[in-house]
């Protein structure tokens, strides 16, 4: 059971702007950055936005991010068909040893 | 480019071990955290664990007991290998590259994912 919890699923038509929360507490979000990662259907994890808010290369400034204090979120602006993928925050856990540990997942769909 | 490819048996019997490798294809293996992450069917992300690039390991808290990550650096390998698995290991398991200092902040680059069914 993940510790990160985001809605399972957002929707919004082409060109509109959807908005993905990830609430954690203070031994993840509230002390370490976040990332966040694109699931495409059927493949892989790809990320999409590390350190809060950076985009690696390639990484269209469609997608931005944010954090404050022990909560994230992902903004999808412009929507795309392409967009439809399921996203993932993630970030490290300093409790029980420390672990990595991703959020539950919301599942992008565009109308 | 840094590419990672994941092999290994897609069928494992319950309470055997579930062995897979990872080849690297990257100039260096430093300085990373070489990671497993798996997937359920139809469900979402769980970190099982890294090897640092320098050796040290750290593992999901509740898999620890079952769980081995080993890198061969003069293959650029990486292995996983879980015991007495059970149909809830069943999963698409990935490798990745972890970035951070003192942890991994983020995982950069993934392999396609392997899928692996436990049952007899």
């Known amino acids: 059971q993940s510790v990160l919890t985001q809605p399972p699923s957002a929707s919004g038509t082409p060109g509109q702007t959807v908005t993905i929360s990830c609430s954690g507490s203070n031994s993840n979000i509230g002390d370490n950055t976040v990332s966040w990662f694109q699931q495409l259907p059927g493949t892989a994890p790809t990320l999409l936005i590390y350190?809060?808010?950076q985009r690696p290369s390639g990484v269209p400034d469609r997608f931005s991010a944010s954090k404050s204090g022990t909560s994230a979120s992902l903004a999808i602006s412009g929507l795309q068909s392409e967009d439809e993928a399921d996203y993932f925050c993630a970030t490290w856990d300093d409790s029980l040893n420390g672990f990595y540990v991703f959020g539950t997942g919301t599942k992008v769909t565009v109308l | 480019q840094v590419q990672l490819q994941e092999s290994g048996p897609g069928l494992v019997k319950p309470s055997e071990t579930l062995s897979l490798t990872c080849n690297v294809s990257a100039r260096s293996i430093n300085p990373y955290y070489w990671s497993w992450v798996r997937q359920p069917p139809g469900k979402g992300l769980e970190w099982i664990g890294y090897v640092y690039y320098r050796g040290s390991t750290k593992y999901n808290f509740s898999l620890k007991s079952r769980v081995t990550i080993s890198m061969d650096k003069s293959q650029r390998q990486l292995s996983l290998k879980l015991t007495s698995v059970a149909a809830a290991d069943t999963a698409v398991y990935y490798c990745?590259?972890?970035?951070?200092?003192?942890?991994?902040?983020?995982?950069?680059?993934w392999g396609q994912g392997t899928m692996v069914t436990v049952s007899s």
């Open positions: 350190s809060d808010n």
């Open positions: 990745a590259r972890g970035v951070g200092t003192l942890v991994p902040t983020t995982y950069d680059i």
